[in-house]
């Protein structure tokens, strides 16, 4: 259970950090800054942070865009993705969209005046295709969150597609459980349970 809570903290943190950006700015300094102001704008919306369908919405538009679902899928599913037809695909990123939309919701609404530092990196990024962004988040209570971010590069942009908190990768964690799942009755009885999920 603390595991997945502390999950649920890092989707706030992607959602308040910009998870795509420019190749001439540095990762850390654009992910700081967009964090400082969206921090910023939950301050003075705190009043509607309890209507999920509203919320919702900001993630949809605002930052799944920036998020690699699909090499996300593909990770959390194994070798039974590349058993699936293309339309097992496209259903599994639809209900794997809906399912990290949902759990991305529900942390921005239990924001309470976190804070968020982000580490220089330790390497020159320009050449490379993936980096690991390192940063802190730190609650109102006191209670310092270390987490990892791996961003890949995407044209003239970065997505993040995975991350990590206490060395726990949380592709890895749905990939575990999915693996049971899949092992009994493959691909469609994967889809089923998460439709029968996403729905409750």
Not at 54 to 64: A, D, G, K, Q
Not at 119 to 126: M, S, T, V
Not at 130 to 145: A, C, D, E, P
Request: charge should be positive.
């Amino acid at each position: 259970m603390k595991i997945i809570k502390f999950f649920n903290i890092a989707f706030l943190l992607l959602l308040i950090s910009p998870l795509c950006f420019a190749d001439s700015a540095s990762p850390v300094t654009q992910l700081q800054a967009v964090a400082d102001k969206m921090i910023s704008q939950l301050e003075s919306n705190k009043t509607q942070l309890h209507q999920m369908q509203v919320i919702r919405n900001i993630v949809n538009h605002v930052l799944l865009p920036h998020v690699d679902l699909s090499r996300m899928s593909s990770a959390v599913v194994g070798r039974e993705w590349r058993l699936a037809t293309p339309a097992q695909r496209e259903q599994f990123q639809k209900e794997f969209s809906y399912l990290v939309t949902t759990t991305y919701a529900s942390a921005l609404a239990s924001y309470d005046g976190d804070k968020v530092t982000f580490q220089p990196l330790r390497e020159d990024y320009a050449a490379k295709q993936t980096v690991r962004v390192s940063s802190i988040i730190v609650r109102k209570n006191g209670q310092r969150i270390p987490i990892t971010y791996d961003v890949e590069r995407n044209g003239n942009a970065w997505k993040v597609y995975d991350f990590s908190i206490e060395h726990v990768s949380m592709v890895q964690s749905y990939r575990s459980q999915f693996q049971g799942v899949l092992a009994q009755g493959g691909m469609n009885a994967l889809l089923v349970r998460l439709k029968i999920h996403n729905r409750r």
